[in-house]
């Protein structure tokens, strides 16, 4: 019970799942990445939506070394974006 009042009040999970791809991005704050981490103790669902997207970072990346293809980090994430609307996050 108590686990579900502090996830609500600190931080929900479509907030936290946006600070994941921030901190993907290098681009999430100190206090944000405070916050994602207290979250993430807390929610079993997100821990693991954050190894499926470690998981997919380590996939494009090893792609993408082996074609040795120069793609900027926009259409990395452009391609993420896609891939979770694919799968419905």
């Known amino acids: ?5 502090l996830h609500i009040l600190f931080l929900p999970c479509s907030e936290a799942t946006l600070l994941m791809e921030k901190r ?6 100190a206090k944000e990445k405070r916050k994602l981490n207290i979250h993430l103790m807390i929610c079993k669902w997100c821990r693991m939506y954050k190894q499926k997207l470690e998981i997919l970072d380590k ?7 082996e074609q040795k293809t120069e ?8 391609f ?4 979770i609307d694919k799968l419905n996050f």
């Open 24 to 29: 993907n991005a290098d681009t999430i704050s």
């Open 1 to 5: 019970m108590i686990r579900k009042i």
């Open 71 to 78: 793609i900027n980090e926009s259409e990395i994430q452009d």
């Open 80 to 83: 993420k974006n896609k891939m």
């Open 59 to 65: 996939v494009l990346a090893k792609t993408f070394s």
